[in-house]
């Protein structure tokens, strides 16, 4: 079965600690991205990356990094520098010879700070 | 400044009406657009798209309308159903610039609830 995992599905953290999310992907596809959601608020990225070993900032980079080893593996780790990281995680990829645009998405991981 | 707004927050539509979700862009450079449906806790999945170069695309009971000089786009559900319910989001994507990527801009979504 073709599709995107994330795990876990939830997590907690303590303040001050660094907490590393991560993204499965085996849709063979190029480019991987990582948005972040709040309540009332659409989806704003953190990161992307369109091919092994780079990757780009997005709007709300600050207190995140990412790594790009492996084709099919995006994980996000989120530093103690951000400075309000409770939120639902979400990771897609796209396929970007396709040329539509469309992003494949992850079932997403609720991270709780304590 | 959003560049993708989704004025509704919310809409209820009685179960077997039409549902129309609204959306507006401001940047011009904008020539895909997409809507994705989200239940709580779970990712976005994809429900229709259509490029500038369309008006109209249907897909059984969802239609998206583009009007470009308004800077408008449109999604009908009909007839809707109690499973509708959901958030919908509307995201827009301009051709990337050189070696760029494609990047999709989300709207805030519409939290449709279709009342039995």
């Known amino acids: 079965d073709g599709g995107i995992t994330q795990s876990p599905k939830y997590l907690f953290r303590k303040e001050g600690q660094n907490v590393t999310l991560s993204c499965e992907q085996n849709?063979?596809?190029?480019?991987m991205y990582w948005y972040r959601q709040d309540p009332g608020q659409g989806l704003r990225l953190i990161y992307y990356?369109?091919?092994?070993?780079?990757?780009q900032k997005g709007d709300i980079a600050e207190g995140y990094s990412v790594s790009r080893e492996k084709k099919e593996s995006f994980p996000l780790t989120v530093t103690s520098a951000q400075k309000n990281p409770t939120a639902f995680y979400l990771c897609a990829s796209s396929p970007e010879d396709r040329g539509t645009n469309e992003q494949f998405f992850g079932p997403g991981t609720r991270l709780t700070v304590l | 400044d959003q560049q993708v707004k989704q004025n509704s927050p919310s809409l209820s539509v009685q179960e077997g009406r039409i549902s129309i979700l609204n959306c507006d862009y401001t940047n011009s450079m904008f020539d895909y657009f997409l809507w994705y449906k989200k239940y709580p806790a779970e990712g976005p999945t994809f429900l229709i798209s259509i490029s500038s170069i369309k008006d109209k695309n249907e897909d059984g009971r969802f239609t998206v309308f583009l009007n470009k000089s308004a800077k408008h786009l449109s999604l009908h559900i009909v007839p809707s159903q109690p499973g509708d319910s959901a958030v919908y989001f509307c995201a827009a994507s301009a051709k990337p610039t050189g070696a760029g990527s494609y990047q999709l801009t989300f709207g805030k979504g519409t939290k449709l609830s279709v009342i039995p």
């Open positions: 990356s369109q091919i092994v070993n780079d990757f």
């Open positions: 849709l063979n596809h190029d480019a």
